[in-house]
């Protein structure tokens, strides 16, 4: 396979890894991608995955604000 107009070969590992991005990028849990992509050791997967998981960071953020805020005034969260 090439790569449009660049000339470059595209592997089998190319197309792997493109599938696990966009699975992380969709929602898709790193446990399950690296269970997937056949890892031994879960920190395979979030080593290389984890920055693309950035709708997740921004959910817990809201949480753990939320939290913080009802410590802070005294609120419960209905997290």
Do not use: F, P
Not at 26 to 36: D, H
Not at 46 to 59: F, G, N, P
């Amino acid at each position: 396979m090439r790569g449009e107009g660049r000339g470059e070969s595209v592997t089998i590992h190319d197309l792997r890894r493109t599938i696990a991005s966009w699975s992380v990028m969709r929602g898709g849990n790193i446990q399950t991608t690296s269970k997937l992509l056949g890892h031994s050791d879960i920190s395979i997967a979030a080593s290389t995955y984890a920055h693309l998981d950035i709708e997740q960071v921004w959910h817990e953020l809201g949480i753990t604000t939320a939290q913080l805020l009802g410590v802070i005034l005294g609120l419960k969260c209905k997290c």
